[in-house]
């Protein structure tokens, strides 16, 4: 199996399990989960919960079920996206190459749909019939941590807002990046590790990797929205610049930064070793994350 | 101890468990923090926490912890209020007396404020070291729902924004009622009643309690809206009427909505009588939330 054959499948998993737990578009009030569906099912990676997957996998070759635990993550990632595209934040009308959803749903349904897949995100993750509750306890606590305001994801967002039109600053620069899109990368590692009964070696090994390719994802996101135009991302591309955004490139330059995004994935290969070949996916997706093109 | 310093009391062990959990103002970033604590510390008068822990103590008298389990339900609360009040949503600027969240901190801020709080209303109720883990499950599962779009809070919130110019109609209005405010107010006397370790029966009594109490509250809510002041509210008054919202009141009128008030309160007290005097103040709430003047 090749990686592009493993990412199918792994999100045909994914894919199913959301259609298993989001509500249909028949389901009242249909317009609420028409909301949810439409940011859910276009055309998303699902990188997050393919990484706990392939962490899980790491660890316990069949380990029933994690896709259930690991697509909470796909909506927490998505709640994410809505909300950070309404007007008063990024104010974008284009996601995934597609109107943004409250350009089609309005800004009050907008907020809900992401509310609403917040909030599943946690039912799910307190549903999980395959998973010792003690686990489950700690797959909570960790997703909620990485996803709040204490150097998680909507402290990301926070410094992100504030740090508009300031200096470039490399401090600042890598606390937004660790928080917005590092923490959850980490948590989605961790989930799969912690789902797979991890031993604590395991667990900050794996860790670390999910640090490496976090800041690594980030690098490359940011040298993306120079090089590519809005059609090949399928969201508005030099955005950053406009709105003065603080990114890699603009703090250390276009080509130190494609270098400290090869260095990530070097460290992140490393953290891997001890896993030997059962961590071949988790290998291969943190070279395609460092050489991806969207 | 009468009632109003036991209300007192419990909601004085609320805010010292919201000020252990919610991180301090000096916390990076302090703008968050700032505005989440604006909202949660604006005088509110803690009925969902207060209920978890009057329904757990009726179950068991001392309840270690049990305070921090329900000052989740506030943090909830208060982040549906703040998305509530947003421009897009009910468009409010005074909520108990003072200028709503976004007045004070942007949309974009108050939007963030609501995220975290639900998410650090999850991340409470996974680290909970008294509670085994079991019933946490059991817990966050129960809130997570209650606060959903499946008969929960965000249909409540969804389906009283498409009702809005409607007709009156008896099925519409018990629909939103029971999901928007009754839903949470159940779920708050679960919360309480897993957390103690509640029997089947007790918590099939519970239950049933919550349910009653919630109905009450909200036909008070609409009675208040029409008979009181703005200044006797701490919010503006009349909002219901002048956004064509379906109402008791709009659908039974005045004196039948308030004997349905009466009838549900009558119910609930009917629920509790397996409690015999462990249930004094789970009785002595329910008459203050029917007989409250604001």
Chains 1, 2 share one sequence.
Request: glycine share 8%; with cysteine; charged share 25%.
């Amino acid at each position: 199996m090749d990686l592009a054959d493993y990412l199918q499948h792994q999100s045909e998993r994914v894919n199913a399990a959301l259609n298993r737990w989001v509500p249909p578009e028949s389901a009242e009030p249909e317009i609420i989960h028409r909301a949810m569906r439409y940011s859910l099912f276009a055309g998303g990676k699902r990188l997050r919960p393919i990484l706990a997957m392939a962490a899980a996998e790491a660890i316990h070759p069949a380990c029933t079920g994690i896709e259930d635990a690991a697509c909470a993550l796909e909506m927490i990632h998505t709640y994410s996206l809505i909300h950070d595209d309404l007007p008063s934040l990024d104010n974008d009308d284009l996601r995934r190459g597609r109107p943004t959803n409250h350009k089609v749903f309005g800004e009050a349904m907008a907020i809900l749909a992401g509310d609403a897949l917040l909030t599943l995100a946690f039912e799910v993750l307190a549903s999980l019939p395959h998973c010792p509750e003690d686990r489950g306890i700690r797959i909570l606590n960790e997703v909620a941590r990485s996803s709040g305001t204490i150097g998680g994801m909507i402290a990301g967002q926070v410094h992100d807002l504030q740090g508009e039109g300031k200096s470039p600053d490399t401090t600042l620069l890598e606390k937004i990046h660790r928080a917005k899109t590092g923490a959850l990368l980490r948590a989605s590692v961790r989930l799969g590790a912690l789902y797979a009964g991890a031993s604590d070696t395991q667990y900050e090994s794996l860790s670390r990797y999910g640090e490496h390719i976090g800041l690594a994802f980030q690098i490359v996101d940011d040298l993306l929205d120079i090089e590519q135009s809005s059609e090949q991302l399928g969201k508005t591309a030099g955005k950053d610049a406009a709105q003065k955004k603080i990114t890699f490139p603009a703090v250390y330059g276009v080509d130190p930064s494609r270098r400290m995004a090869e260095a990530q994935l070097a460290a992140a290969l490393e953290s891997l070793r001890p896993f030997g070949e059962s961590a071949h996916w988790l290998a291969e997706i943190a070279r395609l994350i460092v050489r991806r093109k969207t």
